[in-house]
């Protein structure tokens, strides 16, 4: 199954400090290519578990003693750890957002380039998806989802314009749905318009927000003193999160202070945000809108 090469993978294995002998986690498993780079730089006694919901990655599964890969969503990391018999791990690595191959497999509908049923499920077995939310939302739900996670300033034209549309006929597939947008795509940057449209459809559906923030929340008491956390976000909604949580273990607000005015935080912030390079950008696209963050737990 075509997978294509993992963004930044030098820099994000390099972020976790590997020991040989050491427990990690690969949140994000996809095509298998930052879990075959981190099992290169394991001994013997080092293990990696790996995290992938969409049934596609398990064909990718690496034949390893030393592997795992636990088909399911990483907003579970704790419990399905806990399951395998860890409590403790040395290093997390995420990467998030849709993979190339998501994008690639038209059927799929996360790519505006295709004509396809509208989808957009990382899981096969979820019940909500693209349709469900088109179709089904409520006006005011649906003008919330394009607004927060697309950041659209046209979101309630947007919400009032597929409201109309599906009274006339139910939104199946992309094509139609692409027609109904159409007043809103300006010349120039109907691509980008589409996108974040799709983006904000694509969020909702997987819940990625809420899953990304289930998730931070549990690394702190996964991680080993000394462990690394090493994640890659593709929009400024994810990475915003990353950022404040490594910052003050907070997703908003500030964190309470003692008399001194000091504050007790989780982790701590490993060197400067990694973007990918020219050659990086120009050899996969996808890398164009990564960062990578790397914290240590404290």
Do not use: W
């Not at 599964?61 to 990483?74: C, Q, T, V």
């Not at 009274?167 to 318009?193: D, G, Y």
């Amino acid at each position: 199954m075509e997978y294509h090469n993992p963004v930044l993978l030098h820099e994000t294995v390099e972020g976790l400090n590997i020991k040989p002998d050491g427990v990690y986690v690969d949140v994000t498993f996809g095509g298998g290519g930052h879990s075959r780079e981190i099992l290169k730089r394991l001994g013997e006694g080092g293990r990696l578990y790996a995290f992938d919901q969409d049934q596609d990655a398990q064909q990718n599964s690496i034949d390893d003693d030393r592997f795992k890969l636990i088909p399911e969503n990483f907003r579970y990391i704790k419990r399905f750890l806990r399951f395998h018999g860890v409590k403790k791990v040395d290093g997390i690595l995420g990467d998030f957002g849709v993979s190339s191959h998501q994008f690639d497999v038209a059927e799929r509908g996360f790519s505006t380039r295709f004509e396809s049923d509208l989808d957009m499920r990382m899981n096969q077995n979820d019940t909500l998806s693209a349709y469900h939310v088109v179709n089904k939302y409520e006006e005011e739900a649906l003008r919330d989802v394009l607004l927060q996670y697309g950041e659209l300033r046209s979101a309630p034209k947007i919400a009032r314009t597929i409201i109309e549309a599906r009274e006339e006929a139910p939104i199946k597939t992309s094509e139609q749905f692409k027609k109904i947008l159409n007043p809103f795509l300006p010349k120039h940057r109907e691509h980008k318009v589409l996108a974040q449209v799709y983006q904000a459809i694509r969020i909702e559906v997987n819940q990625e927000i809420e899953v990304l923030k289930e998730f931070l929340m549990q690394t702190e008491a996964l991680l080993e003193t000394g462990g690394r956390l090493s994640l890659i976000s593709y929009h400024s909604l994810e990475d915003r999160l990353v950022k404040r949580y490594i910052r003050n273990g907070l997703f908003e607000g500030e964190p309470e202070k003692d008399m001194y005015g000091n504050f007790e935080v989780p982790f701590k912030k490993v060197g400067k945000l990694i973007v990918p390079d020219h050659k990086e950008i120009k050899e996969n696209n996808r890398a164009r809108s990564a960062k990578l963050r790397i914290a240590e737990c404290l």
